[in-house]
Every structure is written in C-alpha cells, then in structure tokens.
C-alpha cells in the first residue's frame, strides 16, 4: 500500500474518532474535551432537516459561544449518542464528513420522566492542526424528533 493511501486510511480514522470523542464528551459532560475539539473559530449550527437559510433553529460562532452552547445538555440528566455511517471526503489539510446520529435526551417534565430521540446527520467542516483534526464547523440537520414518556422506574 502506497505512503499516500495509508494516510487516507490514517485520516478517515482520526476523523471517524473525532466524531466519537464528541458522542463521548456530548454524553459524560466533558467540556474540557469538547474545548480541545473544536477551532477557536469554529461554528455550530442546528436546522430542522437539510442546511438552509430558513431551516436554522440555532448558531453559534466561536469555540467559547460553541461550548457555551454545548452547556445546554445539562439540562438533560442523561444523553446517549449512537453514531451510525459516516461518509469522508478529504481534501489535503481539510474535509467534509456526515455521519448519522441516533441522540437520546432523557428529562423529567412535571415529575415524570421524559425522552426526546432526535435522528441527526452532523454534517462537519473539518481542518487538520499537526496530526490532529478538528471541526471548522459542526451542523446538524435533525431529520426528526420524537417526544414520550417514560414509564416510572421500578424499585
């Protein structure tokens, strides 16, 4: 295998991990590594389906706005993040990946507990600093959501 191949095969995995450490973070509340995830100039945005003007529900500029941002899971007492495929296109020192997403939030709405499932595709903007990869900007297009009820715990 070529010298070149074998850094395509490198960087597909670096970024396929990158998009795994997120899930992690997203869901054990690591902010300090989400911070080193993200460009200082990075963007999040979320849409209600395909990336346009008039599907944006929210934006964020910067890697202090992102995290800021990101803090908003706390309201959640649990998430859980399913990575599902993931597609890569590489272009020298940057890329564009999409890779789909089964996100879980559990809440507690009135005293009962509550789960909201989202089915998204991060559609990301990423850049290599050294050996490392990091997102330029992070999009999610949230195909659907769905709301319920969870029945209570049993003792």
């Known amino acids: 295998m070529s010298e070149a191949a074998w ?13 795994s450490a997120y899930a992690f973070a997203i869901d054990r509340r690591d902010f300090g590594l989400l911070e080193d995830l993200f460009l200082p100039d990075a963007r999040l945005a ?5 990336p346009a003007p008039e599907a ?9 706005a992102v995290l800021r941002a990101l803090r908003g899971t706390l309201r959640y ?11 890569v ?5 940057l890329a564009r990946a999409e890779t789909r997403c089964v996100a879980s939030h559990l809440f507690v709405r009135d005293g009962a ?3 909201l499932d989202m089915a998204i595709r991060y ?21 659907w959501e769905s ?8 003792r």
């Open 123 to 143: 559609q990301d903007r990423l850049a290599r600093v050294g050996e490392t990869w990091r997102f330029a900007e992070r999009a999610l297009a949230v195909d």
């Open 147 to 154: 709301e319920a009820p969870l029945p209570p715990r049993r």
């Open 46 to 50: 979320i849409y209600a389906g395909d």
């Open 113 to 115: 507990r509550t789960r």
């Open 89 to 93: 296109e590489l272009a020298g020192d």
């Open 7 to 19: 850094q395509e095969l490198f960087d597909r995995e670096r970024i396929r991990a990158l998009c």
């Open 56 to 64: 944006l529900r929210f934006e964020a500029r910067g890697r202090e």
């Open 77 to 87: 007492a649990v998430t859980t993040h399913q990575l599902g495929g993931q597609t």
